[in-house]
């Protein structure tokens, strides 16, 4: 089946350094999505990219989609204490299984 | 206010009992899933429902049942054959396949 790897497990910075979280896929996708779950909360949408190559910015995250539509990545420019939680990657291969598969996530913890 | 709401927040399971957590949503979504995840763990899927009266397996679906009755309600029982049910329940939907997932709050259930 596929699976969707994702790293790095857990990931420490000092506030104000960048940090970048990569998703590698099995297979090719339709589509990759990221979420962010905050500690105890619920995992919430951040974007969604389609296209092969694709780059979007949202502030300072940049996410991207790979050529080949099988890996993409999350990078944050300058953390904050904000930006605190565990990003996943989610990926929908297009075909007759419904549902997102999901990477393990990052946990992203931000030292002050 | 639109959105998924799941409870309760906390449930607590006896040996050899049987034990529901809920699901709503009022967001007009056609699909609903169910997500298990296990402490600094990633998501895995236990069942969805892409339309009323219909439902398939995930990836860990033994020792779980749902239904779908309503578009609105996509229960999740906890059976007994569950051997290791503690775990962050987290219940989800969508409009359709390349849209992203809404999630709920989430239940906690623990083994007494």
């Known amino acids: 089946g596929q699976q969707v790897m994702q790293i790095p497990q857990y990931q420490h910075v000092q506030e104000g350094e960048d940090f970048t979280t990569y998703c590698n896929s099995s297979t090719t996708l339709s589509n990759i999505q990221w979420y962010k779950q905050r500690p105890g909360g619920h995992p919430v949408f951040l974007i969604q990219l389609v296209k092969s190559g694709e780059v979007k910015k949202q502030k300072r995250l940049t996410f991207q989609f790979g050529e080949a539509k099988k890996n993409s990545s999350l990078h944050i420019t300058a953390t904050q204490t904000t930006d605190v939680g565990t990003y996943f990657c989610?990926?929908?291969?297009?075909?007759?299984?419904?549902?997102?598969?999901f990477g393990k996530g990052t946990h992203l913890i931000i030292q002050p | 206010d639109g959105g998924i709401t799941q409870s309760p927040k906390y449930l607590f399971r006896k040996e050899g009992q049987n034990v529901t957590l809920s699901c709503e949503q009022n967001?007009?979504?056609?699909?609903m899933y169910w997500y298990r995840q296990d402490p600094g763990q990633g998501l895995r899927l236990i069942y969805y429902s892409q339309i009323v009266n219909d439902f398939q397996k995930g990836d860990i679906a033994e020792g779980y049942s749902v239904s779908r009755e309503k578009k609105e309600s996509f229960p999740l029982t906890v059976t007994s054959a569950q051997k290791n049910p503690t775990a962050f329940y987290l219940c989800a939907s969508r409009t359709y396949s390349n849209q992203p997932q809404h999630f709920g709050d989430g239940t906690r259930l623990s083994i007494l």
């Open positions: 989610a990926g929908l291969t297009g075909g007759g299984a419904d549902g997102l598969t």
């Open positions: 967001l007009n979504h056609d699909a």
